[in-house]
C-alpha cells in the first residue's frame, strides 16, 4: 500500500519549491528521467482493465497501481490510500506482456528531481515535468503534456496497520508546501495557489530560511 | 555461479519411478564419492488465461511457468516456452501476475530434490558430460528401468549469454517441466 496526494506548480516556481524541499528535508535531491510505459489488458483477457507501468531506462520497474481504500473513513481524509506493487524486473518484460496479451494504452516521460526523506514516515517527494512522445517510445523527443506547468506527487510506503500513521504524516508534511502549492488526492485537481508568486520570491530572497 | 545440469529420469516403457529407484540412484552418486546435503527445494507454477471464452485465447499462450530456485530465493522466474522468452523479477511479481488476474495460478509443484554436490565441478560442458557419462555407467549397472536424461535447451534462442545464471536454471526446469508432462500425457494416451 501507498499514501499519496498530487498537485501541480508553475514552472517558474519550481525552483523556489526545491529550495524549501532542500530546507525541509536536508537531503540532496536525486535526478528524475522515468520512461512510464502503461498496459492495459487486451479485450480478450479477463473482464477488467488492468494497468501496469514500467518505469526506468537501464533497470526496469514493473509497477501495479491498484485500486483507492473505500469506505467512510477513506472519504474523510485528505490522502489517497491504494495498493500499490512494485517488481524489478529484466529488460525484456515489455516482450513478455506483450506475449500475454497486453497492449500499450500510453507512455510518458517524466524529467525532474525527487527527495526521500524520514519524517514520520519514508516520504518522496517528487518534482517533474510530464512529456509525451510523439513516436514510440522516441524519449529524446517528447514534449510538455501542460508546458509552463509541472507535476508535484508525495508519496509514502503504508500497511494496514499503520496507514493512519502515515496519512497524518504526510497531511502534516504538504502543510508545509502549502503558500506554494496545493496538495490533493489524485484525479481532484486544485490548480496553483494565489499565494505561490509571492511565497517563492520570498523564498528566493532569502535561500528558504523565513518560516513560511 | 556455478553451472548446473538439470536432468530428469526417463523411465522404460511402461515402467514408474519409485522410492525404491531414487534409494538405487542416490546410492549410485555416493559410490563415485557424492555427498548427500540435505533437501533442496524449487517451485513450479503453471499459469493459465483466465478467460470466459476460451476460444478468443487462440492468439496467446495457453500457459506459463512460474518458477522459484532455492538460490535466488528473492527472484522469481517467468519463461514462455514457445516464444523462448524467460523474464528474472522480484519474487514480488508473483503478487502482481495475482493482482492482474489475467493468468492464473493452475497448478504447483514443489519439487524437493536432494541436491548432490559434487565437489569442484568447472564451467565446462566437456567435464559436465563426462561426469553424466560416468554417473550412466553407475547407474546401468544396476539394471534401473529408465535412464537420466539430460536435455540443453537453447539458451541463445532465450536471449541468454554464455555466462551461467539463474535464468538459465529457470529455462531447464521449464524444459524438463514440458518433458515430464509430454511423458505423462504419452503414458495416458497409451492407457486409454
Keep these: 500500500m501507498e499514501c499519496v496526494v498530487q498537485g501541480i506548480i508553475e514552472t517558474q516556481h519550481v525552483e523556489a519549491l526545491e529550495i524549501l524541499l532542500q530546507g525541509l528535508c536536508g537531503v540532496l535531491k536525486e535526478r528524475l528521467r522515468i520512461h512510464e510505459i502503461c498496459l492495459k489488458s487486451g479485450p480478450n483477457l479477463g473482464e477488467f482493465m488492468h494497468g501496469c507501468s514500467f518505469r526506468g531506462s537501464t533497470l526496469m520497474t514493473v509497477r501495479h497501481i491498484g485500486g483507492a481504500m473505500r469506505g467512510a473513513g477513506a472519504e474523510q481524509i485528505s490522502v489517497l490510500v491504494r495498493t500499490m506493487v512494485e517488481s524489478k524486473v529484466s529488460k525484456n518484460v515489455l516482450r513478455l506482456f506483450y506475449a500475454l496479451g497486453y497492449k500499450l494504452d500510453h507512455e510518458l516521460l517524466r524529467v525532474g528531481f525527487a527527495f526521500h526523506f524520514q519524517r514520520g514516515a519514508q516520504i518522496t517527494v517528487t518534482v517533474s515535468s510530464v512529456n509525451k512522445m510523439l513516436k514510440l517510445h522516441a524519449t529524446d523527443e517528447a514534449v510538455p503534456v501542460t508546458p509552463g506547468i509541472q507535476m508535484v506527487e508525495v508519496t509514502a510506503p503504508a500497511s494496514a496497520e499503520n496507514y493512519t500513521e502515515v496519512v497524518s504524516a504526510v497531511s502534516s508534511f504538504c502543510e508545509y508546501l502549502a503558500p506554494l502549492l496545493h496538495l490533493s488526492k489524485p484525479g481532484i485537481s486544485t490548480g496553483v495557489v494565489p499565494t505561490a508568486a509571492a511565497a517563492a520570491a520570498s523564498l528566493m530572497s532569502d535561500g528558504g530560511g523565513t518560516t513560511l | ?192
Design chain 2, 1 to 192: 555461479m556455478p553451472l548446473k545440469w538439470v536432468l530428469h529420469w526417463q523411465p522404460n516403457a511402461g515402467s514408474t519411478v519409485n522410492s525404491q529407484i531414487l534409494s538405487e540412484v542416490s546410492q549410485c552418486v555416493e559410490s563415485i564419492n557424492g555427498l548427500k546435503q540435505g533437501r533442496w527445494k524449487a517451485t513450479l507454477t503453471l499459469y493459465k488465461p483466465h478467460t470466459r471464452e476460451p476460444s478468443l485465447t487462440a492468439e496467446f499462450p495457453r500457459d506459463f511457468l512460474g518458477v522459484s530456485v532455492p538460490e535466488q530465493p528473492n527472484k522469481y522466474y517467468l519463461i514462455i516456452r514457445g516464444q523462448r522468452i524467460v523474464l528474472e523479477a522480484d519474487s514480488s511479481i508473483q503478487t502482481i501476475m495475482e493482482k492482474l488476474q489475467s493468468y492464473k495460478t493452475r497448478l504447483a509443484l514443489n519439487f524437493d530434490v536432494e541436491y548432490l554436490p559434487i565437489s569442484s565441478m568447472e564451467k565446462a560442458r566437456q567435464i559436465m558430460g563426462e561426469f553424466l557419462e560416468i554417473w550412466q555407467e553407475a547407474v546401468s549397472k544396476r539394471s534401473l528401468p529408465g535412464q537420466f536424461m539430460h536435455i540443453e535447451p537453447n539458451f541463445a534462442e532465450y536471449g541468454l549469454a554464455d555466462h551461467y545464471t539463474s535464468q538459465h536454471t529457470a529455462v531447464q526446469y521449464a524444459t524438463v517441466m514440458a518433458q515430464l508432462i509430454a511423458t505423462v500425457q504419452a503414458v495416458q494416451s497409451v492407457r486409454n
